[in-house]
């Protein structure tokens, strides 16, 4: 088995471990690594990255304790695999003919408490992830560009609620509601209401306050469903 190639990383003022653990958890989530790939051998990764080899260890220890990858002593470090319970979950509901208000009750059941967690829950890898995906998002881009940097803030927010069935149910309803969202980055209007939405929901969770991250959340959804009706 080959070693996974690691591109570099944007470096940043704050904690060099938070912002190794925030390069690494992007690239898994992306699906950039996946599960399986070996990461390379300590001494190689931190000279890759330029950092300490401390620095690195703070960093696979806090991707450890989110079960992002898996770590053997003498056999390295390796992207985890869903565990097996969330993977039977997530394949049981995906054969079901789930429709589209029924997704979006989900979402909505949901997501408000993902973020209310995440305001609560986040180390600061997640808030420098989440923080990336902010400034790399604007109405001006191409909609299918948007919308994929609309998921990634999604699916960052679920692992930094750290609780992989929330990451799980995440997962689920962003894959059955492709088609509103796909709606609802179609004009200029909807990627700056998506945008902006993401921005109070994110000063939230850096605050810490998880109340008011629920109900950014909330408003957040209603503004892209009446931006995604027919009649918008």
């Not at 470096?11 to 690494?24: F, I, K, Q």
Request: net charge negative; charged share 30%; hydrophobic share 40%.
């Amino acid at each position: 088995m080959t070693n996974a190639e690691i591109p570099p990383m944007r470096r940043h003022s704050r904690s060099v471990g938070a912002e190794v653990a925030a390069h690494l958890e992007k690239l898994i989530i992306s699906g950039e690594l996946r599960a399986g790939d070996r990461l390379p051998p300590e001494r190689e990764l931190a000279a890759s990255l330029n950092i300490s080899r401390s620095s690195l260890r703070e960093a696979m220890f806090e991707l450890e304790s989110k079960k992002l990858v898996r770590r053997r002593q003498g056999r390295g470090s390796t992207v985890a695999d869903i565990p097996r319970g969330v993977s039977r979950l997530y394949e049981d509901l995906a054969d079901l003919d789930v429709e589209l208000g029924y997704a979006t009750e989900l979402r909505d059941l949901v997501e408000p408490r993902i973020a209310e967690l995440a305001a609560l829950r986040a180390v600061e890898s997640n808030l420098l992830s989440l923080d990336d995906v902010l400034g790399r998002s604007r109405e001006n881009l191409p909609p299918e560009e948007s919308m994929r940097l609309d998921i990634e803030f999604h699916t960052l927010l679920a692992h930094a609620a750290q609780n992989p069935l929330l990451v799980t149910l995440c997962t689920m309803t962003t894959e059955w509601t492709q088609r509103t969202r796909a709606l609802s980055h179609r004009t200029a209007l909807g990627r700056r209401i998506s945008v902006q939405g993401h921005e109070l929901i994110y000063r939230a969770v850096c605050d810490h306050d998880g109340a008011a991250a629920a109900a950014a959340m909330e408003q957040h959804l209603r503004e892209v469903r009446e931006i995604s009706s027919p009649k918008g």
